[in-house]
């Protein structure tokens, strides 16, 4: 189900047909850096993550990571979405590419259209959260008029986030 468009993409559901593309993308150096091991190793475990996490959220909240492809050639390239996370009391804009789409534009494009979702849902105020060490997604969030708001750490882990936010 298509969500929204940009000029040069379409944000769309996750489908289980994508985990070839959700296998590579959670196995990519810069997600296993920055975001973490989510121990995808086979197409079942991609199909898997697929069904129990964006298709459920979308199911319970009418949200979730949605699939960012190329409109002109339906290449997907991303995750780009709303995620209401344990430990967080705001919802949070999460964003990943492709190294080979990195620099070109298109998380900005993307959480941008993400970030005008979440107004027209009625969400009140965006949260983010990035590792320390992650320059390029904290340049990504001010570059979204987001906030640096401070630090905090989600239930059952150890690593202090930078937390950044956006009031509507």
């Known amino acids: 189900m298509k969500v929204t468009e940009t000029s040069r993409l379409a944000l769309r559901w996750v489908e289980e047909t994508d985990a ?29 993550y697929i069904v129990s996490g964006p298709r ?12 960012a492809e190329r409109k002109d050639d339906h290449v997907p390239i991303g995750l780009c979405g709303l995620i209401k996370r344990d430990g967080l009391e705001d919802v949070d804009i999460g964003f990943a590419f492709l190294s080979d789409y990195q620099f070109q534009g298109y998380a900005f494009e993307a959480a941008s259209a993400t970030v005008d979702f979440a107004k027209d849902m009625g969400i009140k105020r965006l949260i983010a959260i990035t590792t320390k060490d992650n ?29 950044y936010s956006l009031n509507f």
């Open 56 to 67: 459920t959220m979308y199911e319970r909240e009418g949200f979730g990571l949605f699939l």
């Open 20 to 48: 070839e593309f959700i296998m590579k993308l959670l196995n990519e150096p810069g997600w296993l850096q920055y975001i973490g091991d989510k121990g995808i190793r086979t197409m079942d475990d991609a199909k898997d």
């Open 135 to 163: 320059e390029s997604s904290s340049k990504l969030l001010e570059k979204l008029d987001m906030k640096l708001e401070g630090y905090v750490t989600l239930p059952n882990d150890t690593e202090e986030l930078k937390k």
